[in-house]
């Protein structure tokens, strides 16, 4: 059964730094793109950031380019997101995702990520 667990949320003050974690199972991690989403209250899932299998390239929504850097660890089925410079407008609760996943595959619990003073 595949599962994900995020992990590494909290509240944090803008301009502050976070680093989420992806642990992925029930399939071959290093076969995947890995993806990081976002919801914020009351807006659609929002694609954030996207790795390739080896991890040598990544693709970023131009909200978050230039501040967060996603990367993975196949030998620990993990992928992380790295987020600096945070703004209010990146409150939302965060979600990992394996690329081509069924439609009905369970979405983790995700991890909330609140930027505030």
């Known amino acids: 059964q595949v599962q994900y667990v995020e992990s590494g949320g909290s509240l944090v003050q803008p301009g502050g730094s976070l680093k989420l974690s992806c642990a992925a199972s029930?399939?071959?991690?290093?076969?995947?793109?890995m993806s990081w989403y976002r919801q914020a209250p009351g807006k659609e899932r929002e694609l954030v950031a996207q790795?390739?299998?080896?991890?040598?390239?990544?693709v970023y929504s131009d909200s978050v380019k230039g501040r967060f850097t996603l990367s993975r660890d196949n030998t620990k089925n993990t992928a992380y997101l790295q987020m600096n410079s945070l703004k209010p407008d990146d409150t939302a609760v965060y979600y990992c995702?394996?690329?081509?996943?069924?439609?009905?595959?369970?979405w983790g619990q995700g991890t909330q990520v609140t930027v505030s003073s």
């Open positions: 995702r394996r690329r081509g996943a069924p439609g009905d595959e369970d």
């Open positions: 029930g399939f071959t991690f290093s076969d995947y793109f």
């Open positions: 790795i390739t299998p080896t991890g040598r390239s990544t």
